[in-house]
C-alpha cells in the first residue's frame, strides 16, 4: 500500500486564520484605511493555534462574538497558507483597531476591490455551499442555523424591521 504524505509547508510561509462570516446580505469582508477588502482573520502568533487566531481576530477587530467555526479547508498561496473556516456569530459588526471599513459581498464576482486571494476563497466557497451530497448538506444546514441564531440576537424593539428584511 502506497503511503501518501503531504507536502511540508516552508517555516518562513505565513500561516493565517481566515472567516467566512455569513450576514444577511452576503459575506463580511474589511479593509484597513487605504487597503483592499480581505476576509476577516490574521495570523497566528507564536504557540497560538489558528481557531484560536481566528476567534481573537475577529473580536478584537469586528467586535462580533463567535459561537462556532467550522473548517472548511485549506488555501495554499505563494505568499501565504490559509485555513478557511465558516464561522457563526452574533452581534453587529463594526470596524476597530487597525480595520477603518467593512463592507458585504453577495458574489465572488462582486465588483468591491478584493484582495486577489479573499476573490478565491470566495469562489471556492461558493462551490461548496452548491455542491450536492453530505458536505454541502452540512454546510446548507450550519447557514440556516447561522440565520437563526443571528435572528435571536436581534434586539426586541428591531424585530418588526427584522422580519420585514427575511
Request: proline share 8%; charged share 25%; net charge positive.
Amino acid at each position: 500500500m502506497e503511503q501518501r504524505t503531504e507536502p511540508r509547508l516552508p517555516a518562513s510561509l505565513p500561516r493565517r486564520a481566515t472567516a467566512i462570516v455569513e450576514l444577511p446580505d452576503g459575506v463580511l469582508v474589511t479593509a484597513r484605511a487605504g487597503s483592499r477588502f480581505a476576509l476577516p482573520g490574521g495570523n497566528a502568533s507564536r504557540g497560538e493555534l489558528r481557531p484560536q487566531a481566528l476567534l481573537r481576530e475577529l473580536r478584537d477587530s469586528t467586535s462580533l462574538r463567535a459561537h462556532s467555526i467550522l473548517y472548511l479547508f485549506d488555501h495554499i498561496t505563494p505568499h501565504t497558507a490559509h485555513k478557511v473556516y465558516l464561522v457563526l456569530a452574533q452581534g453587529t459588526p463594526r470596524p476597530q483597531g487597525e480595520l477603518s471599513r467593512m463592507s458585504v459581498v453577495g458574489s465572488p464576482d462582486s465588483p468591491l476591490d478584493l484582495f486577489n486571494d479573499s476573490r478565491a476563497i470566495l469562489r471556492r466557497y461558493a462551490r461548496l455551499r452548491g455542491e450536492e451530497g453530505p458536505k454541502g448538506e452540512a454546510l446548507r444546514a450550519l447557514l440556516g442555523l447561522a440565520r437563526y441564531i443571528a435572528k435571536l440576537d436581534v434586539p426586541a424593539e428591531d424585530t418588526q424591521d427584522a422580519d420585514a428584511l427575511a
